[in-house]
């Protein structure tokens, strides 16, 4: 009974944001006004019909795929390394959690400079080693959603490895060992042992971390602003730029609403398949 005020604010919190978007989507309201008249489905009808929205959620699904999945691997691979016993492992986990407690801010300023076209030191390296004849712009057409992956990567992979770390020293070195008596190789004991021991962990890392990803803003928006020419317009920054420099909160909420319906529709494929 005592948890039952706490629970009633953490379902309002959560609860009115989500409604009052709803409400909205189904409006025309200005962000400047104080009154608006009901459109029904008109909004997101103007969505459907908009290639620019279409465009967004490519590139929100993009960005959201190759991040999990390099965020995923980087992080399994990292921490089966860090389960070893070797000299300063601690060290190293320490210095691995940095990138995750970097302000986002800060981590976009450092890339930005990093991958500058006419100074960044990429480039400069890049150019040294031969590896390239001239600076390339990775914040142009052609890299800037590479680069906002990349970023979003660094920034977010040591998640995973938190998370990994603990799920590999839980497995007991007698499977290894059993393993190894029935002649499996490293793959083998990877696919065999490693990963089903893990995949509650695996699991709830992919759900996260796409969740987190196809909500992303902060990242593209310091990085690109969407740009170059809408290239790394994900969703959440088209709903943004609809809602208050269009000023048109009503459709700004449609993109909103449609967003998170299409997350909820795929993360109940996920969760059909993995229960299978």
Request: proline share 4%; with cysteine.
């Amino acid at each position: 009974m005592m948890l039952i005020p706490l629970v009633l604010m953490v379902v309002g919190i959560s609860a009115y944001p989500f409604i009052y978007a709803l409400v909205l989507s189904f409006t025309d309201r200005d962000l400047f006004s104080t009154s608006s008249n009901l459109v029904w489905l008109a909004n997101f009808k103007t969505l459907i019909e908009d290639p620019e929205f279409w465009q967004s959620m490519k590139n929100t699904f993009t960005y959201t795929f190759w991040c999990t999945l390099v965020t995923t691997i980087a992080g399994l691979g990292t921490a089966m390394l860090l389960v070893k016993k070797f000299k300063g492992n601690y060290y190293f986990r320490a210095v691995l959690t940095f990138p995750y407690l970097v302000p986002t801010i800060v981590a976009v300023l450092i890339f930005q400079w990093m991958l500058n076209d006419v100074f960044g030191i990429v480039n400069r390296a890049a150019v040294g080693i031969g590896l390239l004849d001239q600076g390339v712009g990775w914040f142009d057409t052609k890299r800037a959603m590479f680069s906002c992956i990349l970023v979003s990567v660094w920034r977010f992979f040591p998640f995973a490895i938190m998370l990994f770390v603990p799920a590999l020293e839980g497995i007991p070195e007698e499977f290894y060992e059993a393993a190894k008596v029935d002649g499996a190789g490293p793959i083998q004991r990877f696919f065999h042992v490693t990963l089903p021991q893990v995949k509650e962990v695996l699991f709830v890392v992919i759900i996260l971390r796409g969740i987190w990803m196809f909500n992303m803003f902060d990242v593209i928006w310091l990085l690109t602003g969407g740009g170059p020419v809408g290239k790394t317009q994900s969703l959440p920054i088209l709903a943004y730029l609809q809602a208050f420099q269009e000023y048109d909160v009503g459709l700004g909420s449609a993109t909103a609403v449609l967003g998170l319906v299409v997350l909820v529709v795929f993360i109940g494929l996920y969760l059909r398949v993995e229960k299978k």
